[in-house]
């Protein structure tokens, strides 16, 4: 197998191809409804929710503001009549709607009145109703909008957000502050979060992988070289998400950092091995069969017993549970294949171009 290097270059290449077009389908899930499994008592609820009572999910638009303030609370219709411009956005309710009605019921029109000492006549009605106490605080300064979200999809979620966002950067309230807040709000937050944090940490997972590489076999170069087919591995597996369809959520947003955290230690041992027996042997072909029966068959042994483990999670009853379980036992035996077969092949093209740097003196 390694007398023709170029070929098991070639495989490689083909299947990082695979996984980097497979990457760009990866989408996003901060849904909780969708970690459980179709059929689910948990799941059918929050459908029949989404179907049929307008979602589970609450909106609460906070206003920061005099509540008796005729601006303030047309502030606040301006806010409700755009909330319902949105497909997603059920029946909003504020105290600027119970304003509205009871000056209608006065034979003024439903609207907001002009002047404050028409809103304190009307507010003095409306005092003692239990729903005041959910829409504005006891100092009166302090009101919310409540609604509901019927979508799940985070794209839906994210574009609500982000045009909630623009709205306020047109419309800029006036004598108040306006805060977009409930599980909306959260979730955009998670969805941006799983994006950040992958990146980062698989950014940081990589660079720390290198520098402890390097140093625990004193060479950058051969540091380099050991992160290869960690990195190769990870991005077959994220074309593999893309591909299958398993979304980036709060488990499966870690599997990159596991990825790094196995392949390193199978790199560390391959490299080793390769040195270690290079001193000891006449020639590559040796050195490669000396690496293979003793830490090639340990490298095997221990990828096939940890997928195992791992694999058992596909019995969860919750679906990222079940993903994370699937894409460990595929990280395993991706990164035991690429110490065994991708990192052989670069070191065996180095060694026969600088074979001084592995002579040690």
């Known amino acids: ?43 059918v609820s929050e459908e029949l929710l989404q179907k049929k009572f307008g979602g589970s999910s609450p909106v609460y638009v906070h206003i920061k503001g005099d ?28 105290v600027a709607d119970l304003i509205e009605e009871m000056n209608d019921a006065m034979g003024e029109g439903k609207k ?3 002047e404050r000492a028409k809103v304190e006549q009307l ?11 959910q829409l504005v605080s006891d100092d009166l300064q302090e009101g919310v909008i409540q609604s509901r979200f019927a979508s799940v999809r985070s794209s839906d979620t994210r574009q609500f957000v982000e045009s909630f966002q623009q709205f306020l950067h047109h419309h800029p ?24 944090s992958q990146l980062s940490s698989l950014a ?50 870690m599997v990159a950092s596991l990825v790094m955290g196995i392949g390193i230690d199978y790199s560390i041992h391959v490299i080793s091995s390769f040195t ?38 596909l019995f969860s009853q919750l679906l990222p549970l079940r993903y994370l379980g699937l894409l460990v036992a595929l990280s395993m ?8 077969t991708l990192l052989p092949v670069i070191i065996i093209l180095d060694y026969r171009k600088h074979p001084f740097k592995y002579i040690k003196k």
């Open 112 to 114: 907001i009145p002009e």
């Open 67 to 94: 509540m008796q303030d005729p601006e303030v609370l047309r502030s606040m219709r301006q806010v409700e009549q755009f909330l319902k411009t949105n497909p997603h956005i059920t029946k909003t309710t504020s």
């Open 204 to 253: 940081l997972a990589a660079v720390l992988v290198f520098l402890l590489i390097g140093f625990s076999l004193g060479s950058f170069r051969l540091g380099f070289f050991g992160i290869i087919p960690i990195l190769a591995t990870v991005i077959m597996l994220f074309g593999f998400m893309g591909f299958t369809g398993i979304p980036l959520d709060i488990a499966t947003v």
């Open 1 to 43: 197998m390694f007398r023709h290097p170029l070929y098991i270059v070639s495989f490689w290449l083909f299947v990082l191809l695979i996984g980097i077009a497979g990457s760009f389908k990866i989408v996003r899930s901060t849904n909780i409804a969708a970690y459980f499994k179709k059929g689910s008592p948990a799941r």
């Open 173 to 196: 309230p006036r004598h108040c502050k306006v805060t977009l807040t409930g599980m909306p709000s959260v979730y955009c937050q998670l969805d941006e979060s799983l994006i950040n």
């Open 123 to 133: 507010w003095f009605l409306l005092e003692g109703q239990d729903i005041m106490s």
């Open 333 to 340: 035996l991706g990164s035991g294949l690429g110490a065994l």
């Open 276 to 313: 270690y027996h290079l001193q000891r042997s006449q020639g590559l072909e040796e050195t490669i069969g000396a690496m293979m029966q003793g830490t090639g068959r340990s490298i095997v042994i221990n990828v096939l017993s940890v997928a195992a483990g791992f694999l058992v999670l």
